[in-house]
């Protein structure tokens, strides 16, 4: 499949069938899927890697990034559903399906006076210090990967980038760098180790 270049509702990887495009990034699309389960129907955000990412070593980001999420159990991050790779060899992942609004428009929207929008923040902290706890590394945490439900509960997603604190593969340092050049930290410009300051930056 090539999710950069065409409409895939309809098409079906794993047990899910995809419906609506959600969002889309450098390396990846993001789709809203559903699949039968016994008497109900489920649905679920299915992220997946685009071709233009596979040159990039997008596979191996991607392959780490469900290894990430199959470690993390919090609920502030969002969680891996299934994941699999496809006969054709498409890579996908599917986490659960969150409605919600980036965290500054959400406190824009509903006006949050500086008490209130520390609660959130706290929420995001909680988040963080929970994956560097299982030695996992956000390295993208900005707006748009921190969606806040109706429930004023914060969602850390994302872990396209993410990095085991505890990894010794070279090549993640020394390889293209995804970023995010407004969020990322100093130490990420000029290519350093990754290390847990980069989230806390």
């Given at each position: 499949?090539?999710?950069?270049?065409?409409?895939?509702?309809?098409?079906?990887?794993?047990?899910?069938?995809?419906?609506?495009?959600?969002?889309?990034?450098?390396?990846?699309?993001?789709?809203?899927?559903?699949?039968?389960?016994?008497?109900?129907?489920?649905?679920?955000?299915?992220?997946?890697?685009?071709?233009?990412?596979?040159?990039?070593?997008?596979?191996?980001?991607?392959?780490?990034?469900?290894?990430?999420?199959?470690?993390?159990?919090?609920?502030?991050?969002?969680?891996?559903?299934?994941?699999?790779?496809a006969d054709d060899g498409t890579c996908w992942l599917a986490m659960p399906l969150v409605d919600g609004k980036r965290i500054d428009r959400w406190c824009d929207a509903n006006s949050?006076?500086?008490?209130?929008?520390?609660?959130?923040?706290?929420?995001?902290?909680?988040?963080?210090?929970?994956?560097?706890?299982?030695?996992?590394?956000?390295?993208?945490?900005?707006?748009?990967?921190?969606?806040?439900?109706?429930?004023?509960?914060?969602?850390?997603?994302?872990?396209?980038?993410?990095?085991?604190?505890?990894?010794?593969?070279?090549?993640?340092?020394?390889?293209w760098r995804a970023l995010t050049p407004g969020y990322a930290a100093p130490e990420q410009l000029t290519g350093a180790p990754p290390s847990t300051a980069m989230d806390v930056y």
């Amino acid at each position: 499949l090539d999710p950069a270049g065409s409409d895939l509702a309809g098409c079906v990887l794993g047990d899910w069938t995809l419906d609506t495009e959600l969002g889309r990034g450098g390396m990846a699309v993001v789709y809203r899927a559903w699949r039968e389960e016994g008497m109900a129907r489920q649905q679920a955000a299915v992220k997946i890697l685009t071709l233009g990412a596979l040159g990039a070593t997008g596979r191996e980001r991607f392959q780490r990034e469900a290894a990430i999420l199959a470690r993390l159990n919090h609920p502030n991050v969002t969680a891996l559903i299934d994941s699999g790779v496809a006969d054709d060899g498409t890579c996908w992942l599917a986490m659960p399906l969150v409605d919600g609004k980036r965290i500054d428009r959400w406190c824009d929207a509903n006006s949050l006076d500086a008490r209130a929008i520390v609660r959130l923040y706290l929420q995001v902290c909680g988040a963080a210090a929970y994956a560097h706890r299982n030695l996992v590394i956000h390295r993208d945490i900005k707006p748009s990967n921190v969606l806040v439900d109706d429930n004023a509960h914060v969602h850390l997603l994302d872990f396209g980038i993410g990095q085991f604190t505890d990894a010794q593969d070279e090549r993640t340092r020394t390889m293209w760098r995804a970023l995010t050049p407004g969020y990322a930290a100093p130490e990420q410009l000029t290519g350093a180790p990754p290390s847990t300051a980069m989230d806390v930056y």
